[in-house]
Nanobody, 121 residues
Framework: QVQLVESGGGLVQAGESLRLSCAASGRVFRINVMGWYRQAPGKQRELVATATNDGSANYADSVKGRFTISRDNAANTVYLLMNSLKLEDTAVYYC???????????????WGQGTQVAVSS
């Protein structure tokens, strides 16, 4: 099994910044893509940003220019630096990993438990 543990959420005012972290542990052989998704109350979960193991990044249009995703491949960790936060960024943020498990070498997708980000005016 693989565990994804997120940290860094909290309550901030509009315009401020937060940095989320997500570390994968357990039976990790190789991680292909790590990313962040979010789900606001009453809405569907949506993509925020993803990063491949070769450094390519993809962002939702709503966060381009404000959020930056990065990875530490040696530590199986992904970060999301969120600048200029807006009220509409309020959501539960989930870490996601597309990876190969050690031992079985099966390709699996894992989700973290989520971390709350709340932006106030």
């Amino acid at each position: 099994q693989v565990q994804l543990v997120e940290s860094g959420g909290g309550l901030v005012q509009a315009g401020e910044s937060l940095r989320l972290s997500c570390a994968a542990s357990g039976r990790v052989f190789r991680i292909n893509v790590m990313g962040w998704y979010r789900q606001a109350p009453g809405k569907q979960r949506e993509l925020v940003a993803t990063a491949t193991n070769d450094g390519s990044a993809n962002y939702a249009d709503s966060v381009k220019g404000r959020f930056t995703i990065s990875r530490d491949n040696a530590a199986n960790t992904v970060y999301l630096l969120m600048n200029s936060l807006k009220l509409e960024d309020t959501a539960v943020y989930y870490c996601n990993a597309d990876l190969y498990e050690s031992g079985t070498y099966r390709r699996q997708e894992y989700w973290g438990q989520g971390t709350q980000v709340a932006v106030s005016s």
